[in-house]
C-alpha cells in the first residue's frame, strides 16, 4: 500500500510510521510526506529516513482551492493509495475530502465522538472523566467525523496533567497507527455505511 502522510508539525506519529515500514513485512511504504508548514521537525524525521518530503505552504496559495489542488496533484504524482493525516491541522474542503473518500484516514486524540477539535486533553482533564483515548477514522467532511477504525481507552490518574495525558496519549497513537495502516493494507477493513466492517479480525 502506498502512502502519503500529510503534517504539520513534530510528526511523532510520522515515526512511528517510518520505523514500521521499515521493517520488511510491513505491507505499505511511505511514498511522500506533506507539509503545510515549512520547517517542521516532521519533514526532518522524512528526509533523515530518506523519505520524500515535500512542503506546501498553504499561505502562499491564493485560496483553498488552489492549495487542494496542490496537495492533490502531489499525492497523485506519488501514486498514493491511503492518505494519513498525522497532525495536519488545516481543516480540507468536502471537495478534497471527497476525492480522497475511503482513502483517507486521520488519528485524533480522544474517544471520539467526544473531544472533536483542539484541546482534547486540558478539556478531558477539565471533565473529570475518568478514560481519555485517541481513534484513528476515515474522513469525512466535518471535522474529525468518519468511520471509527480503531480506538483506545486511556485512563485518566487522579493527578493527570494535561502534560502527562498528552504524553500517555502519544505513546497509544503510536501503536496504533501502524497497527491501523497494517489492517488497512492487509484488507480488513473496509468501509460499510457510517461504520467500519472488520474481516478476520480478533478485537
Ligand atoms: C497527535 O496528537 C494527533 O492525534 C493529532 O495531532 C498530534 C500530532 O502529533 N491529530 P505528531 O505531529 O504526530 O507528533
Redesign the pocket.
Known sequence: LRLGVM?S??????QALIDACSAADYPATIEVVISNRPGVR?LERAEQAGIKAVTIDHKEFEDKETFEDALHECLADHKVDLVC???FMRLLTSTFVNRWRDRMI????SLLPSYKGLHTHARAIEDGVRFAG?TIHYVRPEMDNGPIIMQAAIPVAVDETEESL?AK??SY?HKMYPAAVRMIAEGKVRVAGNKVAFKDVDV
Open positions: 503534517i508539525g513534530s510528526g511523532t506519529n510520522l516532521g493525516l498525522a497532525g486521520n488519528i485524533h486524540p485517541c498528552i496519549t502519544l497513537e
